[in-house]
């Protein structure tokens, strides 16, 4: 389980890193599917994010896409009250075991690093903020 952990976490960080949709992601040997972990950062990022009033992302609501048909299912984050409707952020996984990515403006603010620290923590099953 240990060595599993380990894995999941080096190919979360190794997928996360990339800041372009169409950059290879490595695969795990074994694990959940997209959509397992997709729900687990779903719900980290609404109760840690969103719920908690926290003051990074008082800005942008979140807009899960989790039952997506292109097997990417997916969360968004938008300007909260803007006709904009483009994501700033774009958290998706594929696959099984699902491989992590991470992409969109935001990832080149300085709330990167703990986006990609919040979402594997979450995607790895810990329900910390």
């Known amino acids: 389980m240990r060595r599993l952990s380990l894995s999941l976490f080096l190919i979360s960080v190794a997928a996360l ?76 996984a594929e696959g099984k075991p699902a491989r992590l990515d991470a992409f969109g403006p935001l990832m080149g603010e300085a709330l990167a690093p703990r986006i990609r620290t919040d979402v594997i923590r979450w995607a790895k099953g810990s329900k910390d903020c």
């Open 17 to 92: 890193s990339a800041c372009k949709p169409d950059a290879p992601a490595p695969r795990a040997a074994t694990g959940q599917s997209a959509l397992d972990v997709m729900e687990l950062v779903a719900v980290g990022a609404n109760r840690c994010w969103f719920k908690s009033g926290d003051p990074d992302f008082k800005a942008y609501s979140l807009a899960p896409e989790l039952s997506s048909f292109s097997g990417r299912p997916r969360i968004l984050l938008v300007r909260k009250g803007s006709s904009d409707i483009r994501p700033l952020l774009v958290v998706q």
